[in-house]
């Protein structure tokens, strides 16, 4: 059946009613989908006179758009996202057309980079991730996809008929990988907090022992912010005769970041017999544009790099023209910020994700929170405006908020609030039933009738 297109306006001055239009409209679309109506680009007009009243049009038309870009900030909870930053200093660099193409450590033809600024960002990653300078290569990327596809491709390069391995609760980005580097891709269970089940990882692998192994491992889970057992995985390639013939690459897309500051977390490190690891770099440390960091060792990325004599570098990334300008955000978030300042901020979201989840418990919402994640999943909300406002990620029967540094104390208990006024009205009609969300989260933390232990059913 074709998808109805809604005719939602978004923007200029109606922009501040957004929210209400949305209700108004009702009908949200596909799976509660909203389509984009697109504001029309139109020839400027000749006769100066409407030239200059369609310039302030576009004005206010902007103006009214950066209203709803803040209105759309404040009300922020699903996506792992940190929207709080001041990069004010840099609105210099807004008229350079910056652009890091080619090999970071190699100085190309092109002199408006920031390659300074990049090979300093990585040095710093390098040093977390414990590897040595003359040992490593990596690069700023477009966002932690970049940093999969890259490092996939290095696996598959080095393994050119190794399967790869990834949990079935992985990022999308890995199964696009493997489809488009046309490489078998193995799907392996995950356990009910979305770690992956390594005795399905074990029984798979076996099944393949020919085979050079390719394998996802995650530092945070995209739904539930599962941490794959790193060190189990190493062991279980090595007893099942996988010496050396296998290439882990750690998707660390927002916990990879984080994990390195908590005292008892696993340690992702190169010391291990990892490939590589990816970032995103504007969800923890938080950027106005999308960008990541991949990091991998020197010997590994020589599989993949070819000189190219027009841009005077080589080229080993996958994309050609890179973005200048992030590597200036990331560079000024680590100097401003610097160990001491991250550390505080994980630290600061795993309580604040911890307050959370016990906020939801008390009025009733099953909710559940891996021990080494800020991201809290809970019971979906039904009303489809409520999960639109406050722009939850959802899937199936769970949501979850991810708790970054931008989320206070305060924001979150009045989100629980608004929470459970919202769930009391949208149930009031048949009679109030808490939906059941063992198979998601796990019975223990399940409120329904069923599971609670305090409800007379249980
Ligand atoms: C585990 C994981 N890997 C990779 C990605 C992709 O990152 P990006 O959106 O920066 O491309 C995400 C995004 O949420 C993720 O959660």
Redesign the pocket.
Known sequence: MAEKKIDVVVGGWQVMATDDHLKAVGDTGKQGRLLVEGFAVQEPPVDVEAAAQRQAGVAALLAGFAHHLQDRTAHHMG??FNLEFDFSVLDQFQSFSINNLGDPFIESNYGVHSRQFEVAVLDWFARLWNIQQHEYWGYITS??????LHSLLVGREIFRDGIIYASCD??Y?VFKAARMYRVECVKIGTLVSGEINCADFKSKLLMNAGRPAIVNV?I???VKGAIDDLDNIIRILEKCGFRDRFYIHC?G??AGLMMSFIKHAPKVTFDKPIGSVSI?G??FMGCPV?C?VVITRLEHVKVLSTDIEYISSRDATIMGSRNGHSPLFLWYTLNKKGYRGIQKEVKKCMRNAQHLTSRLREKGVSAFLNELSSTVVFERPRDESFVHKWQLACEGSIAHVVVMPNLSVEKLDGFVEELAVGRRMWHEDEGFSVPCVAKDIGEENCLCDVHDKNSGAA
């Open positions: 996506y792992p966002g932690g996809t970049e940093g999969n992985s990022h980005s995650n945070g889970t995209t998707d897309a927002l995103s504007h969800k999308p990541g």
